[in-house]
């Protein structure tokens, strides 16, 4: 089907004789476009017609497993074929490192040199999909104007015929995709002559032909020689599959990068137990050619000059890349991105120091840094203006990578770093670009000189790529982090006021799984001679909750000090709870002190009992009279106890979150509670408070926040 973007359902184009086009459509438009501007292969895209989707139609001079990962791609997919129809252009790439740079993830998969044009087919109202061809990595770095007024002319014919078959309502029928290597399975042994065979025949090295699938056309008496398998068992098989010692993806690959960038590639390998054979690929747009040869005296000449301990390649893999891909998305602050980097990629790439660097107001800053041994070089990056002629800036500003092999081409274009060497002696600055944006650089150092073949440079771009994404994540975190904890700080009190005959202490945690802000809240009022002790706990673990919490606070604050008795202030607070309308609950408990007459007037608002340690070290659980819930009855009445409160009396006062917890039993979690307190009641206060919130640290975190309030009555 053909899409189109205002919604309207459109059938695909018919090949009749309506749309003056010869059959099939789309496979003569492809291979008329790609014989123009010498392109060695393609790909036709139709929108889907009911999603914004695009879907493969016809692929030409490669096979399909090529794009297999793009066969259908969805229109916001950062990919060329997307771009072109979401932003109706022309998209260009003109190499290996644009691809690194514009689409890491393309590069990753398929990391080999050519170039790429991708182009809407649309008219003026209409997109009816897109296509794309390349080069070899030959191609010059710019699109010519030539290549370009015929890609752009064989677009738009297209879709020219597709509107015209549109308006006659017949599909277009399926089209086989265009690979014109002839199969020479039937000439097994031949080469058109019988002199030719005869020739390849006396070569003293083996032959081999594979079509553009990589399948086996011919193969000489010495290519099967060589490779240990009779000629009839190789023909229309896959090389690397239908001997066993080439089955590794590593040889595969060299067969993609030679198709796909036309240019010859080589790979020496082990055939058991120890010939060593060389395979040399020589492609065209029907297939490749391939030389074999022995290679033992090559294989012992490197070994014989490898310094001892040379270590092997360190380029990432792709298992690497995926590895790395998910710890990122599990990395939650900044540090663990850096820690990240240092532990997992540097190992990885070789690199033996980093430093992550990030923008904000115009200047750098440093994230985080690894491996450096005096500090203070790393210090200098720290607000730094964008505008400072560094490789750092450059690579921030720019989004291009920059990579420096040695200390010389470094300070060729960077003289300022003569004066201030870091040690190292190769860089790479890798831009981390996240949604469009730089976020960040990450500069990796190498102990020693260190070369970037075109394949290591894609591969860290991409990986700068997943750097990103995370660093970005982290940054967000870090700040929801900060503006939480400085909103729970603002909301709860800086200290606790002095009180006449009363010493407290107080305690906070909130849950770990959320926001990290809650709705747990504690105060001390000094109230005309005496004082007043408030804890309570506001439904919920987000700013809502955390918001009313200060409402609440500050509510109890104001009827305590103009003199309102407990019962009253919990009856004006749940009225104001329900006239805010937040449809929030909360729980509270409220004590009146009066430590001169050794008593304390409670009232509670359906909040976990307190606990009272007396002089003598037994603890019991208050059972006190109540109301509910703050928020849900405006008629609630709050019964008062009175309690004694002998000098060296402790009252716990806390919220669920110290007691409640999976799996365990809130009689059980009190019990023990008060096990703690009779047993260590006597030190001093701080140090209880401590012992309290430490004594209910989960292995996963806390579900809930945790407030504590202890209040000892002087002797």
């Not at 789309?26 to 017609?49: F, I």
């Not at 790429?116 to 003026?124: C, D, E, F, K, S």
């Not at 002095?498 to 000094?526: H, K, N, S, W």
């Not at 004694?644 to 110290?658: F, I, Q």
Request: charged share 20%; hydrophobic share 45%.
């Amino acid at each position: 089907m053909v899409g189109v973007p205002d919604g309207q359902e459109a059938d695909q184009a018919p090949t009749s004789s309506r749309t003056r086009v010869g059959r099939p459509l789309l496979s003569l438009a492809l291979a008329s476009m790609m014989d123009e501007v010498h392109a060695h292969s393609g790909a036709v895209y139709l929108m889907a017609a009911e999603e914004p989707v695009l879907e493969m139609a016809v692929m030409a001079g490669l096979p399909r497993a090529f794009s297999a990962p793009w066969e259908r791609v969805g229109l916001s997919a950062p990919v060329p074929v997307a771009d072109a129809v979401r932003e109706r252009r022309l998209v260009w790439v003109g190499g290996e490192e644009d691809m690194a740079r514009l689409y890491p993830r393309i590069s990753v998969v398929l990391p080999y040199p050519f170039a790429l044009a991708a182009l809407p087919v649309a008219t003026a109202s209409t997109a009816y999909g897109a296509i794309f061809v390349t080069w070899p990595g030959s191609h010059p770095p710019d699109l010519s104007e030539r290549e370009r007024t015929h890609l752009t002319a064989a677009c738009d014919r297209l879709a020219a015929r597709l509107a015209r078959a549109l308006q006659d309502s017949v599909p277009l029928l399926p089209e086989p995709d265009l690979l014109s290597a002839p199969s020479l399975a039937g000439a097994a042994g031949t080469l058109g002559t019988v002199e030719s065979a005869r020739m390849v025949a006396r070569l003293p090295y083996g032959l081999c032909s594979l079509d553009l699938h990589g399948r086996i056309c011919f193969a000489n008496a010495a290519a099967a020689e060589l490779i240990g398998a009779p000629v009839s068992q190789l023909l229309g098989t896959l090389l690397w599959a239908s001997v066993p010692w080439l089955n590794d993806p590593v040889y595969e690959d060299r067969y993609r990068a030679a198709l796909l960038s036309q240019q010859s590639t080589s790979f020496v390998a082990l055939r058991p137990p120890g010939d060593w054979l060389s395979f040399r690929l020589y492609p065209s747009t029907n297939g490749l050619s391939v030389r074999i040869s022995r290679a033992r005296a090559v294989a012992e000449m490197n070994r014989a000059h490898r310094p001892t301990g040379e270590a092997p390649s360190r380029l990432v893999t792709m298992s690497q890349l995926l590895n790395l891909a998910g710890a990122l998305t599990e990395a939650v602050g900044v540090q663990d991105v850096v820690q990240l980097v240092a532990d997992q990629i540097a190992p990885a790439v070789g690199s033996q120091a980093l430093v992550v660097l990030g923008s904000r107001a115009g200047r750098l800053h440093v994230l985080g840094h690894h491996g450096y041994p005096d500090a203070r070089f790393v210090e200098q990056f720290d607000g730094l203006p964008l505008t400072e002629r560094t490789p750092g800036t450059h690579a921030l500003t720019t989004g291009v990578p920059a990579f420096f092999e040695d200390r010389q081409q470094l300070e060729r274009l960077y003289p300022v770093r003569e004066a201030t060497p870091d040690g190292f002696a190769a860089w790479a600055y890798l831009p981390l670009i996240a949604s469009g944006r730089p976020v960040g650089t990450v500069l990796l150092a190498y102990a020693e000189p260190h070369a970037f073949p075109a394949d290591e440079r894609a591969v860290l771009t991409s990986v700068g790529g997943l750097i990103a994404q995370a660093l970005e994540r982290a940054v967000l975190y870090d700040a929801k982090h900060h503006l939480a904890h400085g909103l729970q700080a603002a909301l709860l009190p800086h200290s606790l006021p002095p009180l006449p005959g009363i010493e407290a202490a107080a305690r906070y945690l909130p849950a770990t799984q959320g926001m990290d802000i809650g709705g747990d809240f504690y105060d001390l009022v000094p109230a005309q001679g005496e004082a007043a002790a408030v804890i309570g706990d506001v439904q919920g673990h987000n700013v809502t909750a955390a918001g009313l919490m200060g409402q609440i606070r500050t509510a109890v604050r104001a009827y305590t000090t103009v003199g309102q008795p407990p019962e009253e202030v919990m009856r004006s607070t749940n009225r104001l709870l329900i006239d805010l309308g937040a449809d929030l609950f909360a729980s509270c408990l409220y004590l009146r002190l009066d430590p001169a007459h050794g008593r304390a007037v409670m009232a509670r608002a359906g909040h976990p009992p307190p606990l009272l340690r007396r002089p003598d070290g037994k603890v019991r659980v208050l059972d006190l009279a109540g109301g509910p819930l703050l928020g849900i009855d405006g008629a609630a009445v709050y019964q008062t106890t009175e309690v004694d409160l002998a000098p060296g009396s402790v009252l716990a006062l806390y919220t669920d979150g110290l007691i409640e917890s999976p799996g365990t039993d809130i009689e059980d979690a009190l019990a023990d509670l008060g096990t703690l307190l009779a047993e260590a009641g006597d030190v001093p206060l701080d140090e209880l408070a401590d012992r309290l919130v430490e004594s209910r640290a989960l292995p996963r975190g806390r579900l809930d926040d945790v407030a504590v309030l202890l209040l000892r009555a002087e002797q």
